[in-house]
């Protein structure tokens, strides 16, 4: 194998896409924890943390890959993933994403601060351990209790900063926590079928497509809801009218899956997800700032 598809394959196994969004929600909550701090901007401070983000994301993406590597090998939406594929080794997958997992933490320890590096090992930890070792293949709650860790890269970035957290940070990250069952139960009913050949307990497998569809449409209604909240903390008609915007978007096509109940819908409705929490951060962080 050549070199440059080698490190394609690695590449492929930390899952960027996933990876890119939470280190982008960890440096907007560093920029907003400069600004509320009055802490100078460290372009070294901000440097290193990003690194120790992609670290730790891109490990844990790395080890539940390692550890689902058999039922990667049954849903036809994951064969062709690298390990299942037989693009890159088990042994391989491990020693990398443990070396990353190790560096994620140890970077923030020794170069920031003891803070920033307990909620990285925690993200992990919840990640890793909680959601795919212990939860995943046992109950439909693994995203709930599971999803924890895609909050902390919010904490991580700001308390790099501030050696702490604020109300703000702390809403920062419960709005990532709180987007993520709307993103995942979305894909595990357009995904529905493979799930069930793998014998993975997600809410539409559990309760059936018409009950996971009403509590795509609940959680929904509560991201949407709770997206706006951050007036309470910091009144701002414009990001008031941007995150009601936005939360409409969301709403309204998760309103539809619970109408008609289309894979198809499910599918727009994951792919939209994603763009929104983008969106959602980019208005929040230009609110905080200005």
């Not at 490190?7 to 990876?19: A, D, F, V």
């Not at 990640?127 to 924890?148: A, D, E, H, P, Q």
């Not at 970035?157 to 809403?171: E, L, M, N, Q, R």
Request: with cysteine; charged share 10%.
């Amino acid at each position: 194998m050549k070199p440059w598809q080698n490190i394609r394959n690695y590449w492929r196994l930390t899952k960027p896409r996933i990876w890119g969004l939470l280190v982008f929600t960890g440096m907007i909550a560093m920029l907003v924890g400069y600004r509320e701090t009055g802490v100078p901007f460290n372009t070294q401070a901000f440097v290193i943390v990003a690194v120790s983000l992609v670290l730790g994301s891109a490990s844990a993406d790395v080890l539940t890959n390692y550890h689902d590597r058999d039922i990667d090998g049954i849903m036809r939406r994951t064969q062709k993933r690298p390990i299942p594929s037989g693009d890159v080794s088990p042994k391989s997958a491990l020693t990398f994403g443990l070396s990353m997992a190790v560096l994620s933490v140890l970077v923030p320890l020794l170069l920031i601060n003891a803070l920033s590096a307990g909620f990285m090992l925690l993200g992990l930890l919840d990640n890793v351990v909680v959601y795919s070792l212990i939860l995943k293949r046992r109950s439909w709650l693994n995203i709930i209790l599971g999803g924890i860790s895609g909050g902390m890269p919010v904490l991580v970035g700001y308390s790099a900063v501030a050696a702490t957290v604020s109300p703000v940070a702390i809403y920062m990250s419960a709005l990532v926590i709180v987007w993520i069952p709307t993103h995942i139960w979305s894909l595990a009913i357009f995904s529905k079928a493979d799930y069930e050949a793998a014998k993975v307990p997600m809410l539409p497998v559990v309760f059936g497509e018409d009950v996971a569809s009403v509590c795509v449409a609940l959680t929904s209604a509560l991201l949407a809801v709770f997206s706006v909240a951050l007036i309470f903390l910091r009144p701002n008609i414009y990001y008031a009218v941007s995150a009601t915007l936005l939360g409409a978007v969301v709403l309204a096509y998760s309103a539809k899956l619970a109408v008609d109940k289309k894979r198809e819908t499910a599918w727009t409705l994951f792919k939209i997800t994603s763009p929104y929490l983008t969106a959602i951060f980019l208005v929040l962080g230009a609110t905080l700032w200005y």
